[in-house]
T-cell receptor
Framework: SQQGEEDPQALSIQEGENATMNCSYKTSINNLQWYRQNSGRGLVHLILIRSNEREKHSGRLRVTLDTSKKSSSLLITASRAADTASYFCATDAGRYALNFGKGTSLLVTP | EAQVTQNPRYLITVTGKKLTVTCSQNMNHEYMSWYRQDPGLGLRQIYYSMNVEVTDKGDVPEGYKVSRKEKRNFPLILESPSPNQTSLYFC???????????????FGPGTRLTVL
C-alpha cells in the first residue's frame, strides 16, 4: 500500500536554482528514504532520515523530517542538468516493505 | 562491482506464454523484493523474500510467483501473463532486515515487459 505522497508532481527549474520537493505520509514510520530515478532506470538511494532525526545533509541534498506533521522535504541546492530525474520518497513503517510514493518529476534546464 | 542484475531487460511476449524474469545480487543480501512501476501508480511491491525459502506477498501478488532457492537469486515467474501485467519491473535487495539499520534498497536496472 502506498503511503508516501510527493508534491509537486512535476517541477521545472533552471540550473543553479534550488529544487524543493515534499513528501507526506499517513502512519508512524521508522525512517524515510529518498530515491532518484533517471528515466526508465533503476532507483538509486539518496539519503535516509530516521524518525528521531529532524534534518540531514548529504552534499547538495538536505532532507528534513517533521513527524508531527508526517511530512518530509528534499532540497537540492544549486541544481544541475544532471539532476533531472524523478524523485521518490519511501517510508519504512516496520513491515518488510518500503512504501513508495508516486514521485516528483524534476526538470533542470540549462 | 556490487550490483543487482535482471534479465531480460526488455521482453515482448503474448498472453498465456509462461515467462521468468531473473534477478541476482552479489552482495550477500538477505532481503530481496520485486516491484512493478506503472504510470500514475508509482512503485508497488509484488513479492518479497526475507531469506532462502522465505517469501511473502506484497501489495499486488496476483498473477505472479517467486522462489528463493539460493540467497543470491530471486526469479519472478508469470505463469500465464496477461496484458495488464505490461509494466516496468524492478528487483531490489537490502542488506538488513532490521529497520533500525535503515534497510536501504539496491535496485536492479529494470525489465520492461510487454504482454500482447
Amino acid at each position: 500500500s502506498q503511503q508516501g505522497e510527493e508534491d509537486p508532481q512535476a517541477l521545472s527549474i533552471q540550473e543553479g536554482e534550488n529544487a524543493t520537493m515534499n513528501c507526506s505520509y499517513k502512519t508512524s514510520i521508522n525512517n524515510l528514504q529518498w530515491y532518484r530515478q533517471n528515466s526508465g532506470r533503476g532507483l538509486v538511494h539518496l539519503i535516509l532520515i530516521r524518525s528521531n532525526e529532524r534534518e540531514k545533509h548529504s552534499g547538495r541534498l538536505r532532507v528534513t523530517l517533521d513527524t508531527s506533521k508526517k511530512s518530509s522535504s528534499l532540497l537540492i541546492t544549486a541544481s544541475r542538468a544532471a539532476d533531472t530525474a524523478s524523485y521518490f520518497c519511501a517510508t519504512d513503517a516496520g513491515r518488510y516493505a518500503l512504501n513508495f510514493g508516486k514521485g516528483t518529476s524534476l526538470l533542470v534546464t540549462p | 562491482e556490487a550490483q543487482v542484475t535482471q534479465n531480460p531487460r526488455y521482453l515482448i511476449t503474448v498472453t498465456g506464454k509462461k515467462l521468468t524474469v531473473t534477478c541476482s545480487q552479489n552482495m550477500n543480501h538477505e532481503y530481496m523484493s520485486w516491484y512493478r512501476q506503472d504510470p500514475g501508480l508509482g512503485l508497488r511491491q509484488i513479492y518479497y523474500s526475507m531469506n532462502v525459502e522465505v517469501t511473502d506477498k506484497g501489495d499486488v501478488p496476483e498473477g505472479y510467483k517467486v522462489s528463493r532457492k539460493e540467497k543470491r537469486n530471486f526469479p519472478l515467474i508469470l505463469e500465464s501473463p496477461s496484458p495488464n501485467q505490461t509494466s516496468l519491473y524492478f528487483c531490489a535487495s537490502s542488506p538488513s532486515l532490521l529497520w533500525s539499520e535503515g534497510r536501504r534498497q539496491y535496485f536492479g536496472p529494470g525489465t520492461r515487459l510487454t504482454v500482447l
